[in-house]
Nanobody, 117 residues
Framework: EVQLVESGGGLVQPGGSLRLSCAASGFTFRNYGMTWVRQAPGMGLEWVSSINFGGISTSYADSVKGRFTISRDNARNTLYLQMNSLKPEDTAVYYC??????????RGQGTQVTVSS
């Protein structure tokens, strides 16, 4: 059974940083690309970033490019999202998903990120 568990969310001031983690189990993590998506209040799911299985190829939504960095540790079966220079419009529930494209049939329960002064 595919399991994805996000952590690392919280309340941060504008301009601050957070690092999200996603612990994966139930599948061979190193064989899959992975993706982060988010859902702001009252909005649909928005693709944020993807990384290929080896961690060499990454892609980002224009709204986060230059501020967010996706990475992975295949030895620890963990996906990361480093978020810097956070803005109020980054407030959302962040989900990791199996696969290097979106949509995906598997995603975690999400972690809340709130950017507010």
């Amino acid at each position: 059974e595919v399991q994805l568990v996000e952590s690392g969310g919280g309340l941060v001031q504008p301009g601050g940083s957070l690092r999200l983690s996603c612990a994966a189990s139930g599948f061979t993590f190193r064989n899959y690309g992975m993706t982060w998506v988010r859902q702001a209040p009252g909005m649909g799911l928005e693709w944020v970033s993807s990384i290929n299985f080896g961690g060499i190829s990454t892609s980002y939504a224009d709204s986060v490019k230059g501020r967010f960095t996706i990475s992975r540790d295949n030895a620890r079966n963990t996906l990361y999202l480093q978020m810097n220079s956070l803005k109020p419009e980054d407030t959302a529930v962040y989900y990791c998903a199996q696969g290097g494209t979106w949509p995906s049939p598997y995603r975690g329960q999400g972690t809340q990120v709130t950017v507010s002064s």
